[in-house]
């Protein structure tokens, strides 16, 4: 159920297992590069992370370098990539140690392409303009063994078997309901109200205007709760995103746009802003809350039924994760299948949690370093917060530091490495040493 980036992954695991697998969405899925309703988010700014990457170079081979033979920028060196997260620029000196560079197709380019190689693996099928309304159980309701399927424009009804349902419907999905309909708990939910706004727009820039910078990421700080990511896609085309926390919202007029970008971003990024040509009007995306289900903490769940992606975790988007998450949970699922298809969904959410758990705390914990954000912060909480500030501190001048933590941020390794006695090391001397520098 869902055949945006989640189900898609999902498919492309499962085709491996299983002789036929069925991909039901209810939009109408164009090949076309236009963004459509089912994602609305897909408007927005998307970058997949380094993690995200490597899981789509194992699932699909050759589709990244297809990418860049389209023209799709890519982000190998740190002089092409400004990033600036609470408050620090890291040091754009060096080189990236992990070879896995960044691509920046746009959102809806991605899946389209991702589509294409799922359509073509043996036995899938993808069922647009087809909404899923229920699903079907076993009459003691122990398993579900299909859904129940309207075609949208028709109306028509029509039930599909099969040996196992993943819900990947995004966040709104709607397993939880089913659950309950079916006689089930449904799982707990911890909640961040971020209460965050997008306001983005796409703009075409003079070839060069930001020299080698591809990619310009300017996080909020507890000063500032509004950030900026601005990327660049092919043919000079850009996307720029601004985002809010709290009362702090982005406007959609144009000129309150402009002008709400100026304080964020370096002052020669606003001044190719203001003379970039606008290829369409701003739009909007409020995001209330991150959500984190926790059906590995369930008891009783019916066989044949799993949940995958954003609606088993919704990140606050502003740090990047979902697509990235979504290929670790594929991962998971693949493991999982590799091992036999007993006690599935306990072992399948287990090993998604396990996975999700690391992405879910650094954005957890970096949202809680905003003092606009609502939420407990017990002192672990507070003393990562000033540990990674005084990282990030240090890494504006230093070239390991930067590394290290664009590793643990790309979700290529745990923070755990961050705690080495080097790093640490590093870390106070950094400090010590620290000279002013224009922050941004
Ligand atoms: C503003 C914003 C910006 C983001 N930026 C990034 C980013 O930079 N990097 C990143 O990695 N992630 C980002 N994300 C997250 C990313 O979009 C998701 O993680 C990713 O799309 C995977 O989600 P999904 O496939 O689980 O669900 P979705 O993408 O939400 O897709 C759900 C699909 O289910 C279909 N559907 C829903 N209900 C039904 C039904 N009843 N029957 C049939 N079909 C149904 C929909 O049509 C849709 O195709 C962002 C999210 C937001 C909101």
């Known amino acids: 159920m869902g055949a945006s980036i989640a189900g898609l992954f999902a498919a492309r695991v499962l085709s491996d297992t299983f002789d036929r697998v069925t991909l039901v969405d209810r939009d109408e899925l164009l090949e076309t590069d236009e963004n459509r309703r089912g994602v609305p988010q897909g408007r927005h700014a998307h970058a997949i992370l380094p993690a995200g990457t490597r899981g789509l170079q194992q ?21 092409e990539m400004h990033f ?30 991702i589509r294409a190689r799922v359509k073509k693996l043996p036995g899938v099928e ?17 398993r579900v063994t299909g859904v129940r399927t309207v075609e949208r424009g028709s109306g028509a009804e029509r039930e599909l078997a099969a040996d196992l349902v993943v819900d990947a419907t995004g966040r709104g999905g709607r397993a939880t309901r089913w659950l309950t309909d079916l006689g ?20 075409r820039l003079a070839p060069g205007a930001l020299g080698r910078r591809k990619v310009v990421i300017v996080g909020a700080e ?19 995103t601004l985002i809010g926390y709290g009362g702090h ?16 971003v370096p002052a020669d990024v606003f001044e190719a802003l203001c003379a970039a040509e606008p290829l369409d009007e701003p739009v909007a995306h409020r995001y209330p809350a991150s959500v984190r289900r926790r059906y590995e903490r369930l008891e009783r769940f019916p066989d044949g039924l799993l949940v995958f992606g954003d609606a088993i975790c919704s990140f606050n988007p502003v740090y990047g ?29 287990r090993a998604a949690s396990r996975r999700i758990e690391v992405a879910w705390q650094m954005a957890v914990s970096s949202d809680l370093a905003l003092p606009q954000v609502e939420g407990e912060r017990p002192l672990p909480v507070r003393l990562t917060n000033y540990f990674f500030d005084r990282l990030m501190a240090a890494a504006e001048h230093d070239p390991a530091l930067t590394q290290e ?36």
Request: proline share 11%; charged share 20%; glycine share 8%.
């Open 59 to 79: 699932m699909f081979p050759g589709l990244l370098e297809e990418l860049e033979a389209a023209g799709i920028p890519v982000v190998r060196e740190p002089t």
């Open 84 to 113: 600036a997260p609470g408050g620090h620029l890291l040091c754009q000196e060096g080189r990236y140690a992990d070879p896995t560079p960044t691509y920046q197709p746009t959102r809806p380019q991605l899946e389209r392409q």
């Open 126 to 142: 993808i069922a647009d303009r087809c909404e899923v309304a229920a699903l079907l159980s076993a009459p003691d309701g122990t």
């Open 184 to 203: 089930y708990q449904p799982p707990t939910e911890d909640k961040v109200a971020v209460d965050i706004k997008y306001v983005s727009r796409t703009l």
């Open 222 to 240: 507890p000063g500032r709760p509004t950030g900026a990511t601005f990327l660049q896609h092919e043919q000079d085309r850009w996307m720029l």
């Open 249 to 264: 919202h982005p406007p959609t007029d144009a000129v309150g746009f402009l002008e709400f970008a100026k304080p964020i």
């Open 321 to 349: 994760q979902g697509m990235s998450v979504a290929a670790l949970q594929a991962a998971a699922l693949r493991e999982t299948l590799v091992q036999g298809g007993d006690r599935l969904p306990h072992r399948f959410f």
């Open 405 to 440: 933590f664009v590793k643990v941020s790309s979700l290529l390794s745990s923070p755990l490495i961050l705690l080495n006695p080097v790093t640490v090391g590093r870390v106070v001397l950094g400090n010590l040493r620290r000279t002013s520098r224009p922050r941004r």
